[in-house]
């Protein structure tokens, strides 16, 4: 029944009070496919749904609603019902979820929220965005290392219904410095020996990362070792939390929409682009085109001072936007390949001759074999179209001009990503249409004066 379930069909059952369907509805598929059902109900009518699962369930199917409409029932229902959605909530999921909710909204829920979440909430919540402590959870399996396999394996059990995951348990002393790490599958095993020590099973050199690391450093490092989650540690060793691999893969999503869109010369939009708000969009938009546009008009004072060689050689323009496309081509591939890697850690700014050596290489290759089809198809022109200009000096010059600007192109596309990235911006705004604009500028200047050392003087 579930699988051609509609929404007026929802509604029905809402109507008439159907509570058995409502329930079987509630558990008989996926959270994450319940929440996709209830994408047309409004957040009164989720609500309402959601009362005739269990606190557990309920919670994890809030968990897969998209975000406008869990804060839409946050803000819109029973404050004690919400307080207590709350509590069952993964500790980063609450804490993502109270920082868009509207402050009046939070201060009402934070006094019904039990003292231990209250806390956490608020020591999660101090930590930047952006770094690990902002993404961590701090609820994590736990044991002592003079347990043995049997108790650990009971602790875990104890503990589990408050844990997100159960794959890794961490060995801690009394005052919660990471000493070790076993698995879950390990203690397992050793239930064929259940007085086995824990100091015996785990493993004492663990990887960390600290709590203020960069949430996407901390996603590399994640992704290189193939982790299912990774401890968060302070400065002391104290290990307050786990990154897991959920968080991850949300953390690379996020880093990478990030980039696209600053490649594309967008403020980063984090809202449904068809829900967001049109100002908001506009707003995003404009000021990347607006900063472009103003940045682009330089190309006129730029051609402006090759007034005269255009003027006595009207077929230099002719070939203008083929010679300037070439860079900005150029330029927007290497900047899209460099800041690529850097999101990869492939290369870092101590690599920057590396890179540099590579792309001069790379920049003379593509030059010249563009600067081939070029003089190609300059010595086509007719000679009507090219005028008083000889036909094989103009093919020299556009030729050596396309190859000189995809050289430039190149250094620019791939330099300016590891100089934003050591100067701490964020090197996406090394984006297409920013190199594109630079190099259309600086391309006009190297194209003219090859013009004018070959055919005016």
């Known amino acids: 029944m579930i699988n051609t379930l509609y929404l007026p069909e929802l509604r029905e059952m809402l109507a008439t009070h159907d509570a058995e369907g409502l329930r079987e509805f509630c558990t008989a598929l996926h959270p994450g496919m319940i929440a996709e059902f209830m994408e047309g109900l409004t957040g009164s009518e989720t609500w309402a749904v959601l009362q005739h699962a269990d606190a557990p369930l309920r919670a994890e199917i809030y968990g897969y609603l998209d975000q406008?409409?869990?804060?839409?029932?946050?803000?819109?229902?029973?404050?004690?019902?919400?307080?207590?959605?709350?509590?069952?909530?993964?500790?980063?999921?609450?804490?993502?979820?109270l920082t868009e909710v509207a402050p009046s909204t939070v201060e009402e829920l934070m006094p019904l929220v039990s003292v231990e979440d209250r806390r956490d909430i608020r020591r999660l919540s101090a930590y930047p965005e952006g770094t690990a402590g902002a993404v961590m959870t701090t609820a994590f399996a736990r044991v002592r290392e003079d347990f043995t396999a049997r108790q650990a394996l009971d602790e875990v059990i104890r503990q589990a219904a408050e844990l997100e995951t159960i794959y890794y348990v961490y060995v801690v002393d009394e005052a919660s410095h990471l000493q070790g790490v076993v698995s879950s599958r390990q203690l397992f095993s050793a239930m064929r020996r259940p007085e086995t020590p824990v100091r015996d099973l785990m493993e004492r050199e663990v990887l960390t990362v600290l709590v203020t690391d960069d949430q996407e450093d901390v996603a590399q490092k994640v992704a290189r070792f193939d982790f299912l989650a990774i401890p968060v540690v302070d400065d002391e060793h104290h290990i307050v939390g786990i990154i897991t691999h959920d968080d991850v893969i949300d953390v690379m999503v996020e880093e990478a929409t990030e980039d696209a869109h600053r490649m594309g010369g967008i403020a980063p939009i984090t809202e449904d682009i068809l829900e967001a708000r049109f100002t908001t969009i506009w707003r995003k938009r404009a000021l990347w085109l607006s900063v472009l546009f103003v940045a682009e008009l330089f190309t006129f004072s730029a051609l402006a001072q090759f007034e005269q060689a255009i003027a006595a050689v009207v077929a230099l323009s002719l070939f203008l936007p083929l010679v300037i496309s070439t860079g900005g081509n150029s330029g927007s591939q290497a900047a899209t390949l460099i800041t690529?890697?850097?999101?990869?850690?492939?290369?870092?700014?101590?690599?920057?001759?590396?890179?540099?050596?590579?792309?001069?290489?790379?920049?003379?290759?593509?030059?010249?074999?563009?600067?081939?089809?070029?003089?190609?198809?300059?010595?086509?022109?007719?000679?009507?179209?090219?005028?008083?200009?000889?036909?094989?000096?103009?093919?020299?010059?556009?030729?050596?001009?396309?190859?000189?600007?995809?050289?430039?192109?190149?250094?620019?596309?791939?330099?300016?990503?590891?100089?934003?990235?050591?100067?701490?911006?964020?090197?996406?705004?090394?984006?297409?249409?920013?190199?594109?604009?630079?190099?259309?500028?600086?391309?006009?200047?190297?194209?003219?004066?090859?013009?004018?050392?070959?055919?005016?003087?």
Request: charged fraction near 20%; glycine fraction near 8%.
């Open 340 to 457: 690529r890697a850097l999101a990869l850690g492939q290369v870092t700014t101590r690599d920057w001759f590396r890179v540099f050596r590579h792309e001069v290489l790379m920049g003379l290759t593509l030059g010249l074999t563009l600067g081939v089809i070029a003089y190609v198809r300059a010595a086509l022109t007719p000679q009507s179209v090219l005028g008083n200009a000889d036909r094989w000096t103009l093919a020299c010059v556009i030729a050596q001009a396309v190859a000189l600007i995809c050289l430039w192109g190149t250094l620019v596309g791939s330099m300016l990503p590891l100089v934003f990235k050591r100067l701490g911006i964020d090197p996406g705004i090394a984006s297409s249409p920013f190199v594109a604009t630079f190099v259309d500028v600086t391309g006009i200047l190297i194209y003219f004066s090859i013009a004018e050392v070959y055919l005016l003087h």
């Open 68 to 97: 406008a409409k869990q804060i839409e029932i946050c803000e819109t229902q029973d404050r004690d019902e919400i307080a207590a959605l709350i509590g069952d909530l993964p500790p980063d999921d609450r804490v993502d979820l």
